[in-house]
């Protein structure tokens, strides 16, 4: 798990706040992406980044703006989020794209 | 289209005794198939990938699953079960030839009696 690390680990909001996920990976990889996990369903494929520009985005509502300013940083800006968003978001990198992925810990959020 | 099915939601086995999670695949190209694990409140962990080499592949663990393309089945098996195997078990295949798109199954819970 040290491989790809996320920041904060559990963050709770308010449906009119603004905050950011971070992402990090410390493998020398070209691909990130973000997923999310909520309960009950399977996991979703939100954004995907290669070589810093986005390849994916899996008709993501604009309250969610990713951000890859280089290849081992990927940032998931939140903004005037619903409650139903509330789910755990997991990072995770590859080699390249289609290679085997590494996940990071997941941040849990709550949207209150 | 691929699609991936986890034929059991929740598996209970007595520590020590093999564990057996099935997993069935459908597939328009020759897949790419992978086992996850999940602990509570982590992210998920390769256990096993296989990628048309081999048809028994090893993991982590102690962990392997074997491709058995007439079944369509990428089971995962252990011989002997640990407390620390309790977790949930997600069974992944690739959306098509060369793609990132992960299909993921609805995820096995496994429990490991003392």
């Known amino acids: 798990e040290t491989g790809v690390t996320q920041t904060p680990r559990h963050l709770v909001m308010g449906m009119t706040n603004k905050k950011s996920l971070k992402c990090e990976q410390h493998l020398g990889h070209n691909a990130m992406y973000w997923y999310k996990q909520s309960a009950k369903k399977p996991l979703e494929l939100m954004f995907v980044?290669?070589?810093?520009?986005?390849?994916e985005n899996n008709s993501v509502p604009s309250r969610f703006s990713p951000e890859c300013p280089n290849s081992s940083h990927l940032f998931l800006h939140l903004h005037t989020l619903q409650p139903e968003d509330s789910a755990l978001y997991l990072c995770a990198s590859s080699p390249t794209l289609a290679r085997e992925q590494y996940f990071g810990p997941g941040t849990r959020l709550t949207v209150t | 289209a691929q699609s991936v099915t986890q034929l059991d939601s929740h598996v209970s086995v007595s520590e020590g005794t093999p564990v057996l999670l099935r997993c069935n695949y459908s597939s328009s190209y020759s897949p790419s198939l992978f086992w996850y694990v999940q602990h509570p409140n982590k992210g998920l962990q390769l256990l096993l990938k296989y990628t048309s080499a081999a048809t028994l592949v090893k993991g982590i663990n102690g962990f392997e699953a074997e491709f058995k393309k007439s079944e369509t089945s990428f089971h995962l098996t252990k011989p002997s079960a640990h407390m620390s195997d309790a977790a949930e078990y997600f069974c992944v295949v690739s959306a098509g030839s060369g793609t990132y798109k992960y299909i993921f199954g609805t995820g096995t819970r496994l429990k490991v009696l003392a």
């Open positions: 980044y290669s070589l810093e520009e986005r390849v």
